[in-house]
């Protein structure tokens, strides 16, 4: 199959595109013909060398993707099923989704609500799926769209922009917090009411004017303390990103005198039960506006170039990979 390997020379990662063999398949695997794969901030870090993501070279990157199984060792599955898989560590420490094929165990796969063609489920892909997952945890603390305004921080990224779709057709009033002026049209597109500068984001006192219900931060850092110094009574932040970086330098007062709440957000190994859920939540909430406005295509070939893109702020909403189409 065709896939893109990660090799280290000299402690540099070097990406290429090769013919490489597959793994033999073991019990309770399932074989993939990929259709599409996604690039996400965390393949980014893996596929340029700039984060420590991959530890056993050589390696197939691609945290998500879409396809049809083409052979199946799990009785849950049958050849030409249209499968998703996001998470559980593909793509990081097994062969991942940026290649034609992947052999994966079973319970990582997800079977693609009808509703969702493949290349709208990849569009959502890894970063849409954690957006859903940050939105249920503030509905989890109660957040509601009578509650007041929702911030969404790294606001044109895949996480932040699936977020402020879902937000906006949810009913919330939404808030976006961007640093290139070149995305306000798409913001606003997508549904954010308000667009605030980064830059307002640089400093904080442990506690300032509250303005936001709740808030999803795919930042970290200094934007996320001045999030939580900025919440609402009773409010809760969903924290699930560290593009700003991985600190937090913040105080207790947000959470001692007024009751706010951070929740972190994990999507790699969120239980299987949970996953079909999510799937189907998504099915039915994103307007089809939004997989017009989201996503740019591109090839395997690319991936490497686009990956350096990610770390210099240059992305725009979604990125997918065309594999099988
Ligand atoms: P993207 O690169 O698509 O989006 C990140 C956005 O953050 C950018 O578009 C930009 O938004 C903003 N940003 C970039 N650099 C900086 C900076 N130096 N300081 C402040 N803001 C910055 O990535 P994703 O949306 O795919 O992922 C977002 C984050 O969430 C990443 O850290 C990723 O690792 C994490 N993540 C975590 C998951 C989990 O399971 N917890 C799952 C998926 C993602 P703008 O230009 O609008 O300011």
Same mark, same amino acid.
């Given at each position: 199959?065709?896939?893109?390997?990660?090799?280290?020379?000299?402690?540099?990662?070097?990406?290429?595109?090769?013919?490489?063999?597959?793994?033999?398949?073991?019990?309770?695997?399932?074989?993939?013909?990929?259709?599409?794969?996604?690039?996400?901030?965390?393949?980014?870090?893996?596929?340029?060398?700039?984060?420590?993501?991959?530890?056993?070279?050589?390696?197939?990157?691609?945290?998500?993707?879409?396809?049809?199984?083409?052979?199946?060792?799990?009785?849950?599955?049958?050849?030409?099923?249209?499968?998703?898989?996001?998470?559980?560590?593909?793509?990081?420490?097994?062969?991942?989704?940026?290649?034609?094929?992947?052999?994966?165990?079973?319970?990582?796969?997800?079977?693609?609500?009808?509703?969702?063609?493949?290349?709208?489920?990849?569009?959502?892909?890894? %970063?849409?799926?954690?957006?859903?997952? /940050? #939105?249920? =945890?503030?509905?989890? +603390? !109660?957040?509601?769209?009578?509650?007041? *305004? $929702?911030?969404?921080?790294?606001?044109?990224?895949?996480?932040?922009?699936?977020?402020?779709?879902?937000?906006?057709?949810?009913?919330?009033?939404?808030?976006?917090?961007?640093?290139?002026?070149?995305?306000?049209?798409?913001?606003?597109?997508?549904?954010?009411?308000?667009?605030?500068?980064?830059?307002?984001?640089?400093?904080?006192?442990?506690?300032?004017?509250?303005?936001?219900?709740?808030?999803?931060?795919?930042?970290?850092?200094?934007?996320?303390?001045?999030?939580? %110094?900025?919440?609402?009574?009773?409010? /809760? #932040?969903? =924290?699930?990103?560290? +593009? !700003?970086?991985?600190?937090?330098?913040? *105080? $207790?007062?947000?959470?001692?005198?007024?009751?706010?709440?951070?929740?972190?957000?994990?999507?790699?190994?969120?239980?299987?039960?949970?996953?079909?859920?999510?799937?189907?939540?998504?099915?039915?909430?994103?307007?089809?506006?939004?997989?017009?406005?989201?996503?740019?295509?591109?090839?395997?070939?690319?991936?490497?170039?686009?990956?350096?893109?990610?770390?210099?702020?240059?992305?725009?909403?979604?990125?997918?990979?065309?594999?099988?189409?």
């Amino acid at each position: 199959m065709k896939a893109l390997v990660l090799e280290q020379q000299d402690k540099t990662t070097v990406a290429e595109v090769k013919d490489i063999a597959l793994p033999e398949m073991a019990e309770g695997d399932v074989l993939v013909d990929i259709s599409w794969s996604g690039l996400n901030y965390k393949d980014a870090l893996a596929i340029t060398g700039k984060g420590k993501i991959i530890r056993q070279f050589p390696m197939v990157p691609g945290i998500d993707f879409t396809g049809h199984v083409k052979r199946s060792n799990d009785p849950r599955y049958s050849t030409g099923q249209a499968v998703i898989l996001t998470g559980w560590g593909v793509g990081e420490n097994h062969w991942g989704g940026l290649a034609q094929q992947a052999c994966v165990k079973g319970d990582w796969l997800v079977a693609l609500p009808e509703a969702i063609p493949a290349r709208n489920a990849m569009i959502i892909g890894t %970063a849409g799926f954690t957006a859903m997952l /940050c #939105v249920m =945890a503030l509905e989890d +603390a !109660g957040v509601t769209p009578q509650s007041g *305004t $929702v911030l969404v921080t790294g606001a044109s990224g895949g996480v932040g922009s699936t977020a402020v779709a879902l937000l906006h057709t949810l009913g919330y009033t939404v808030a976006a917090v961007t640093g290139r002026e070149s995305t306000h049209d798409y913001l606003r597109k997508l549904g954010a009411s308000e667009i605030l500068s980064r830059d307002d984001f640089s400093e904080t006192r442990p506690l300032e004017k509250q303005l936001w219900a709740g808030a999803i931060d795919t930042v970290g850092d200094k934007v996320l303390a001045k999030v939580l %110094a900025q919440t609402n009574y009773g409010g /809760c #932040v969903a =924290a699930c990103g560290l +593009a !700003g970086g991985f600190g937090l330098p913040t *105080t $207790v007062m947000p959470f001692i005198l007024r009751n706010v709440r951070l929740q972190g957000v994990d999507s790699v190994s969120v239980p299987a039960e949970h996953r079909a859920a999510v799937w189907e939540r998504l099915a039915s909430t994103l307007p089809e506006s939004f997989y017009q406005q989201a996503a740019t295509e591109i090839t395997l070939e690319q991936a490497p170039a686009y990956a350096e893109d990610f770390l210099n702020n240059k992305i725009q909403g979604r990125t997918l990979v065309k594999i099988g189409g």
